[in-house]
């Protein structure tokens, strides 16, 4: 059964790091069995306030986490 990630995005204190981010965050993503559903792509908001961006994401199953918890920091720590 596959698992999904929804993350709402309601404010942003530095763009241009955010963009710098973004930029660099695809090779951590490369061999990873996630499906990117949806990346700020146009939406409308129909309930709710301030928000910025969504980003919908689905992997195969939760047996099958994309990363380990060490291999996420490891990576996003490059990123950073």
């Known amino acids: 059964m596959p698992v999904y990630m ?5 404010s942003v204190s530095d763009r241009a790091l955010l963009e710098k981010y973004w930029s660099s965050i695809g090779p951590t993503l490369e061999g990873q069995p996630i499906k990117l559903l949806a990346a700020y792509t146009p939406f409308e908001v129909l309930e709710g306030e301030n928000v910025l961006g969504v980003l919908v994401a689905e992997w195969p199953s939760t047996e099958q986490p994309a990363l380990h918890a060490k291999e996420i920091r490891d990576c996003f720590a490059k990123v950073r």
């Not at 929804?6 to 309601?10: E, G, L, T, V």
């Open 6 to 10: 929804i993350y709402i995005c309601h």
